[in-house]
DNA sequence: CGCCTGACGAAAC
DNA sequence: GGTTTCGCCAGGC
């Protein structure tokens, strides 16, 4: 299991060396700020996540060269669903597959949608997270 | 202007 | 191997 994770982690760590160049996004911030910033990267690399894929917050981070920064991720996607073009927030879980977020789409809406994608989810946690797992920095090139 | 918090993650105990 | 602590960075108070 935990190799697996590794795994992953050590993928989207391979593909690195990307630039991860993504500007001039005009996305309204949580605070309301019409600028670019590191909230509309995560927003535009969130959108990017294929219908029934999942990616973690951490990919995400990456992707964007901050990947240290993954907490900055998560709480980005706190105006997720305040941004025009809807962001399939209910898409990104954590580095385990769980649904961290769904406590903030209110009761279990995030595993729903999840489900409604062809995504199993059991005991707040992706099945076959790994397979459904979606790195980031595809969409990059 | 400084302190606390936060949908994470990884290292340290 | 489970739990706690720290780091990151931006925003709220």
Not at 23 to 44: I, W
């Amino acid at each position: 299991m935990r190799r697996l994770t590794l795994n992953l982690f050590t993928m989207a760590k391979a593909k690195k060396s990307i630039p991860a160049k993504k500007e001039k996004l005009s996305v309204v911030t949580p605070s309301g700020k019409k600028e670019n910033s590191f909230f509309e990267q995560v927003y535009e690399v969130a959108r990017q996540i294929p219908r029934g894929r999942v990616t973690s917050y951490g990919a995400i981070a990456f992707c964007l060269g901050t990947k240290l920064s993954a907490r900055m991720v998560g709480w980005a996607m706190n105006g997720a669903g305040q941004v025009k073009p809807k962001v399939p927030a209910h898409r990104v879980v954590n580095r385990n597959g769980m649904l961290s977020g769904k406590h903030h789409f209110g009761g279990n809406t995030m595993q729903k949608l999840l489900e409604k994608e062809g995504i199993k989810v059991k005991n707040d946690t992706v099945v076959d997270f790994e397979k459904k797992f979606w790195d980031p920095s595809d969409q990059l090139f």
